[in-house]
């Protein structure tokens, strides 16, 4: 695997665009709480530490990774924002669910990066197992949330 012990969420504030102005919303699913808290936290730490502000950041929680898309959408269409991140994690069980959910999350919003002006974010963990969302939500290979807030600054920047 070429994330084995990498941490993969390292960034450096003088190559990214100013945040300080930036609207960012945060569409975090409840389903496996103990990542997506992770993910979010990591999400909130990178976008301040790049200098946006905290009443620039708004979240919204709905239940689980397949409501993200219609999360996302509802913000875009209720609040001006610069982007939105979709924080999820779905891990395999031992029947197809799993395939559903995340192809659902993925092509849902992939469309909204089609329908509105503000890139939607995909932060939202694939994992086999326990251990791996662990280890992509503030373990040995960083934090997802970090990398998702960092991506949001830049393609916010895009549309600017």
């Known amino acids: 695997m070429a994330t084995v012990n990498h941490n993969l969420s390292e960034y450096n504030k003088a190559d990214l665009p100013d945040a300080a102005n930036l609207r960012i919303g945060l569409v975090v699913s409840e389903w496996n709480?103990?990542?997506?808290?992770?993910?979010?936290?990591?999400a909130e730490a990178a976008l301040l530490d790049c200098g946006a502000q905290k009443d620039n950041i708004l979240r919204w929680n709905?239940?689980?990774?397949?409501?993200?898309?219609?999360?996302?959408?509802?913000m875009l269409q209720t609040?001006?924002?610069?982007?939105?991140i979709a924080i999820g994690s779905v891990i395999r069980g031992e029947t197809s669910h799993f395939d559903f959910v995340c192809n659902a999350?993925?092509?849902?919003i992939k469309d909204l990066n089609l329908?509105?002006?503000?890139?939607?974010?995909?932060?939202?963990?694939?994992?086999?197992?326990?251990?791996q969302a662990i280890d992509r939500s503030g373990g040995k290979h960083g934090n997802k949330g970090t990398e998702a807030a960092i991506?949001?600054?830049?393609m916010a920047a895009l549309g600017s």
């Open 79 to 84: 609040e001006e924002l610069d982007a939105v």
């Open 151 to 154: 991506a949001a600054i830049k």
């Open 33 to 42: 709480e103990n990542i997506t808290e992770n993910l979010y936290k990591g």
């Open 62 to 74: 709905v239940p689980g990774s397949f409501e993200l898309t219609y999360g996302a959408k509802k």
């Open 105 to 108: 999350a993925a092509m849902g």
């Open 115 to 131: 329908q509105f002006n503000a890139p939607v974010i995909f932060c939202v963990l694939t994992d086999d197992t326990y251990q």
